[in-house]
């Protein structure tokens, strides 16, 4: 592995842990026993490195929403869209666990992520669209879009829904399981537009991401 | 007014102009031509200011969400949720502009605030509820909690969806305006489920609040 791709892949991991506000170039040179200079030679600064892996997680995004053309959706499609969009959202969690503080006052990153929102959103439409086309669900065109924004909102805010109602200030705590109980809500904004024809079976797709109890009403908060 | 309450709101006026974390209590002893020693006389940290006008915050929330026992609820009641929990948000949107920063590490306010947001979720699903009962909504139990799930993470992020997604790192960019908008997206959580005797007048009522364009498609992103 390029010592490039392993300062890369040692701040992921150190910023998904810690969270990229209380790790430093330092932290992540020790962490690699590489001399700070060693990694400043691969990148001048912090915000670097976070441009680099946002990325590869922005061209991760990009393909996993691709919609084939050669086909019809099918509800195995659609599940694993889901799938793949929050094992993004698991793997580049820093990113979502306060992005306020990452993108307001870098400008380039700002500008970047508002353009790929606006990717996403068109390749969200075109799934919509896939699945409207495959009678798999049943949607005009506006409310296409209200949902398409709906669901970028709920999945893009489901890390931070997590960390701010339910936990305490343990991110650790956030298990990818719990991530994944993010996928129960967005069958949940799909669900008054399944067809008759696939509901039965989306509905038993559902069942499978059903949030545990715990997560929603932990101790504490009770 | 009382000294007490004139820092109370210095510090709202200041925290949602510039975002709680650019603003000390020397900022606001300043802007209010008092001694630091002063302000400190009233609240010995920042903590406590926030603390404080998270209580005043949550006073509002918990009497805007009640649902009257007396009579059914109206689609005008539904419109007044809306615009009063929107209305809410404007008024005290520092706590939604930055909200990991503002609870994590904050163990006091982030423990109050996850049974605030327990509250809200039972209050939110009591107006399903209602408008289930008044049959301006037709929707099962298990939906309802869904729609209350998401309709709070959409309220709770829609300010930080603005920041992320569409402007410039310009906070006072967001009109309250802009942040009406997403009482569109509220109303189209709540769409699928209109009965066929009300779709009519509440999807007249929604479209008061169609987002402009230029709010999803800033010139720069596209």
Same mark, same amino acid.
């Given at each position: 592995?390029?010592? $490039?791709?392993?300062?890369? *892949?040692? *701040?992921?991991? #150190?910023?998904?842990?810690?969270?990229? !506000?209380?790790?430093?170039?330092?932290?992540? *040179?020790?962490?690699?026993?590489?001399?700070?200079?060693? #990694?400043?030679?691969?990148?001048?600064?912090?915000?670097?490195?976070?441009?680099?892996?946002?990325?590869?997680?922005?061209?991760?995004?990009? +393909?996993? #929403?691709?919609?084939?053309?050669?086909?019809?959706?099918?509800?195995? &499609?659609?599940?694993?869209?889901?799938?793949?969009?929050?094992?993004?959202?698991?793997?580049? !969690?820093?990113?979502? @666990?306060?992005?306020?503080?990452?993108?307001?006052?870098?400008?380039?990153?700002?500008?970047?992520?508002?353009?790929?929102? $606006? @990717?996403?959103?068109?390749?969200?439409?075109?799934?919509?669209?896939?699945?409207? &086309?495959?009678?798999?669900?049943?949607i005009?065109?506006r409310d296409l879009e209200g949902l398409a924004l709906n669901t970028?909102?709920?999945?893009?805010?489901?890390?931070?829904?997590?960390?701010?109602? #339910?936990?305490?200030?343990?991110?650790?705590?956030?298990?990818?399981?719990?991530?994944?109980?993010?996928?129960? /809500?967005?069958?949940?904004l799909?669900?008054?537009?399944? +067809?008759?024809?696939? $509901?039965?079976?989306?509905? *038993?797709? /559902?069942?499978?991401?059903?949030?545990?109890?715990?997560?929603?009403?932990?101790? /504490?908060?009770?």
């Amino acid at each position: 592995m390029k010592t $490039r791709d392993r300062i890369l *892949a040692a *701040a992921l991991e #150190l910023f998904n842990l810690q969270g990229e !506000r209380k790790v430093t170039t330092n932290h992540i *040179a020790a962490h690699l026993g590489m001399s700070p200079g060693n #990694l400043y030679y691969h990148f001048k600064n912090k915000q670097e490195i976070i441009y680099e892996l946002f990325l590869i997680y922005e061209a991760t995004v990009d +393909s996993n #929403l691709d919609v084939p053309t050669e086909r019809k959706l099918t509800i195995e &499609d659609k599940l694993n869209y889901l799938q793949k969009v929050f094992q993004g959202l698991w793997e580049f !969690r820093f990113i979502h @666990r306060d992005m306020e503080h990452l993108l307001l006052g870098e400008e380039r990153l700002h500008t970047r992520y508002r353009a790929f929102f $606006r @990717r996403c959103q068109l390749k969200t439409e075109a799934i919509y669209q896939g699945l409207h &086309d495959a009678n798999i669900i049943q949607i005009n065109r506006r409310d296409l879009e209200g949902l398409a924004l709906n669901t970028w909102i709920v999945v893009t805010s489901w890390y931070s829904f997590l960390q701010c109602n #339910l936990l305490l200030d343990v991110n650790e705590n956030i298990t990818q399981d719990m991530l994944k109980g993010g996928i129960y /809500q967005i069958f949940q904004l799909e669900r008054p537009y399944l +067809s008759d024809e696939y $509901r039965g079976r989306v509905e *038993a797709m /559902q069942e499978a991401f059903i949030p545990k109890p715990e997560w929603l009403t932990p101790p /504490q908060t009770t």
